[in-house]
């Protein structure tokens, strides 16, 4: 199985600070990654799919990038709305696999 | 509009099946997969198997033994069956169109006596 290790697991930023969560995988998987929020008793939120495909509807100050292992999420500007746990994913080849989540607060 | 729903009993017993059915509307099992995740309380999300739009099945590898995924796609309804069901199985189900970006609101199942 694919092992997802995301970084960090807690993070702390001042509003209109540029935010970055990375999630490696324990080997190539094409591009098949996709970050998702979780705010506080809600559903996940797809954020970004395949990488760097921002989903219809979510600001555009959230972007993503990476290739191979390597993966980056980022968030421009942080808004206090932006407040949540951030997952990734791997859907490369099954069984799919979530990163352990990093959590997003406001300083 | 694309939903999914949720649905099964909040309380099992240990060592008892679960069995959890998700309701889809807005689009066809034949042409899209269906996945549930799951969430312990307080903790990450684990994604548990899916079914595809052609009926195969793929399983998370620790729950491959009692773990089984069907659907009946007349009704457009997904089911998960899990059986021996321990403490740690507690948590949020969450059915899934992944490819799509659409999750159900999830249902909480706590194992207890």
């Known amino acids: 199985d694919i092992q997802m290790t995301q970084s960090p697991s807690f993070l702390s930023a001042t509003v209109g600070d540029r935010v970055t969560i990375n999630c490696k995988a324990s080997?190539?998987?094409?591009?098949?990654l996709n970050w998702y929020q979780q705010k506080l008793g809600e559903a996940p939120k797809r954020l970004i799919y395949?990488?760097?495909s921002l989903q219809t509807g979510i600001p555009s100050r959230f972007s993503g990038s990476g290739s191979g292992t390597d993966y980056t999420l980022t968030i421009s500007s942080l808004q206090p709305e932006d407040v949540a746990t951030y997952f990734c994913?791997?859907?490369?080849?099954?069984?799919?696999?979530f990163g352990s989540g990093t959590k997003l607060e406001i300083k | 509009q694309v939903q999914l729903k949720e649905s099964g009993p909040g309380l099992v017993q240990p060592s008892q099946t679960l069995s959890l059915t998700c309701t889809v509307s807005?689009?066809?099992?034949?042409?899209?997969?269906v996945h549930w995740v799951r969430q312990p309380p307080g903790k990450g999300l684990e994604w548990v198997g899916a079914?595809?739009?052609?009926?195969?099945?793929d399983y998370n590898s620790a729950l491959k033994s009692r773990l089984s995924i069907s659907r009946d796609t007349s009704k457009s309804q997904v089911f998960l069956k899990m059986n021996s069901l321990q403490t740690e199985d507690t948590a949020i189900y969450f059915c899934?169109?992944?490819?799509?970006?659409?999750w159900g609101q999830g249902v909480m199942v706590t194992v207890s006596s």
């Open positions: 080997q190539n998987i094409n591009k098949y």
């Open positions: 899934t169109s992944l490819g799509r970006g659409y």
């Open positions: 395949n990488t760097n």
């Open positions: 807005g689009f066809s099992l034949t042409s899209n997969s």
């Open positions: 079914i595809w739009s052609g009926g195969s099945t």
């Open positions: 994913l791997q859907h490369n080849s099954g069984p799919f696999t």
